[in-house]
Each structure stands twice: as C-alpha cells, then as structure tokens.
C-alpha cells in the first residue's frame, strides 16, 4: 500500500513541473486505480472500514474536490 501511496506522491509532487513531466487526467487515474486496488487487496469490498473513513469515500466517489481548498496544506 505504502508502494501505491510514494508513486501517487511522486506523481503530483511539484518537481515534476521542473522535469517538464505533465500531470494528466489518466495518470491521475492511474493513481487513484492503484490505490482503490491497495486498499480492495487490505480491505476486500471495504469489509471493516467504517462509512465515514475518508479512504473509502474517495474510493467510492462520495467527495466533491472541487469545494475542498487545500492551500492550507502541505503533503510534501
């Protein structure tokens, strides 16, 4: 799991833009596949994980991120 999360990190980290390496839709959701297969592997048909646990509502596409502002954070 910890795999798919550093390759996701990697994907969207801000270096990429100095290595000229374009953020698409596809390679984002080809991301989010490998996660939503990490986490059905540790947790198959999200037996156990609660509704309200964030993981599985990302997943499940119950998250609009177009109201989320993130400048607050730092994931890096």
């Known amino acids: 799991m910890m795999g ?3 390759k996701a990190k990697k994907y969207i980290n801000k270096q990429q833009v100095g ?4 953020l698409t839709r596809k390679g984002l959701q080809d ?3 490998g ?3 990490a986490v059905m592997i540790a947790y198959p048909g999200y ?3 609660p ?6 509502e990302v997943l499940e596409n119950k998250i609009d ?3 989320i502002q993130t400048d607050f954070y730092d994931v890096f």
Do not use: I, N
Not at 19 to 22: A, F, M, N, Y
Not at 51 to 56: G, L, V
């Open 47 to 49: 037996f156990s994980l």
């Open 65 to 67: 991120f177009q109201y």
């Open 4 to 6: 798919e999360v550093l």
């Open 31 to 33: 991301c989010l596949d």
């Open 19 to 22: 290595l000229k390496v374009p």
């Open 51 to 56: 509704e309200y646990e964030p993981a599985r």
């Open 35 to 37: 996660l939503r297969g």
